[in-house]
């Protein structure tokens, strides 16, 4: 474990120092990401302008909602997809055996490569709106409801990243993913929203299939109020369950590529 923080905090560092050589773009960069949080709160703003609630959601929840799809589209940006974009091109061009070739775990090190740190400006505006929404709703931010907020944040986390790793897996056996990846953001999309207001047949889809409930909209329940926002006292034992499932089922599959895998040196 010490060995790997160390490792992580080496690449944190690098990246960081990559970063500083442009640093007016990480003004740039924050201002994007300030305008793109801006125009949620006004599409929240103009959707509840004209009705108090949707489907029991009122705008403090939704508060709560955006703060969370804002983190996780975040997070996925700094750390995940750039190192699974980097794996699939390393799986297409043959240079995987850069990878191969050092002594580590090859899944490990090819997911902690990159960090985009100027993301971490979506962590903290989201972060800070879902706290923000949460406090207007209980007036409070209450110790429990934040530990469990974070332990499904990290239930989140593990089920995007296994989705991605299973992408990044997929490359072992087709050329191209750009179609399947615009589905998965096609699809997150509808994150901003919680799953409640879809039709039943989709609300299952987005809870099951694609786990986007587990991602969104159960994290920001669980701070808003576990018994509360179509969510059970077991929902978080569920979200780590699928986050486990999903992380056993993709680390398999990249494994059975790696096990195919014929690079430049083959």
Not at 29 to 54: C, D, W, Y
Not at 140 to 158: E, S
């Amino acid at each position: 474990m010490t060995r790997a923080l160390s490792l992580i905090s080496v690449f944190v560092r690098v990246s960081v120092q990559n970063f500083a050589a442009y640093r007016f773009e990480f003004f740039v960069r924050m201002f994007v990401s300030v305008g793109h949080l801006l125009a949620e709160l006004l599409a929240v703003q103009t959707i509840f302008k004209n009705t108090p609630e949707i489907r029991g959601w009122q705008k403090e929840h939704m508060l709560v909602l955006v703060g969370v799809f804002r983190m996780i589209a975040g997070g996925i940006r700094m750390v995940i997809v750039p190192n699974m974009r980097r794996v699939m091109e390393d799986i297409r061009n043959g240079t995987l055996d850069y990878v191969l070739l050092k002594p580590l775990d090859a899944q490990f090190h090819v997911s902690i490569r990159e960090f985009v740190i100027w993301r971490v400006t979506d962590l903290v505006l989201g972060g800070s709106l879902a706290i923000y929404g949460s406090y207007l709703t209980l007036h409070t931010v209450p110790f429990d409801k934040f530990i469990l907020f974070i332990l499904m944040m990290v239930a989140a986390f593990t089920i995007v990243y296994a989705i991605w790793l299973a992408l990044a897996a997929i490359c072992f056996w087709l050329i191209r993913l750009e179609n399947i990846e615009m589905l998965f953001w096609n699809v997150f999309e509808a994150g901003r929203f919680p799953v409640q207001i879809y039709p039943a047949w989709l609300q299952t889809g987005l809870t099951y299939i694609f786990p986007l409930a587990f991602i969104v909209t159960f994290p920001a329940a669980s701070l808003l109020g576990i018994s509360g926002k179509g969510i059970t006292p077991t929902m978080p034992a569920i979200a780590f369950l699928v986050g486990l499932i999903a992380i056993i089922l993709a680390s398999m599959l990249f494994r059975i590529g790696l096990r195919r895998y014929a690079g430049a040196s083959a």
